[in-house]
């Protein structure tokens, strides 16, 4: 989503749409390379423990970022973005806790 980041797809969700666009499509992009990076490391999670755990930094990370953006800045966003980046920051919070459980059952 955030690679391409459609108008259209912004003010169905009632988000802020971020000025400049580059800022967007640069984080797809980390996204998409991050993504590569964690489906290597899965293969073999005892090797890449620090591939694994940055990952969980950074998605906590994001969690924070999206609801400081979507809280603190007082942009435009509805209600419905409201919501939006509030279920965004859960998703990330939840996958960084289920990734660090994963890495604590495969590597003690």
Not at 63 to 89: F, H, K, Y
Request: net charge negative; aromatic share 6%; charged share 15%.
């Amino acid at each position: 989503m955030l690679l391409f980041f459609p108008e259209q797809l912004v003010d169905r969700l009632a988000i802020p749409n971020p000025e400049p666009a580059i800022y967007a499509n640069l984080a797809g992009a980390a996204l998409v390379g991050l993504a590569v990076a964690l489906v290597r490391a899965a293969e073999t999670p005892v090797l890449h423990r620090g591939v694994i755990e940055a990952s969980i930094a950074v998605k906590l990370l994001w969690a924070v970022v999206v609801i400081v953006w979507g809280t603190a800045l007082e942009l435009d966003a509805g209600t419905r973005g409201t919501a939006v980046l509030g279920a965004v920051a859960g998703v990330f919070a939840v996958l960084a806790a289920l990734e660090a459980d994963g890495l604590r059952r495969v590597v003690p």
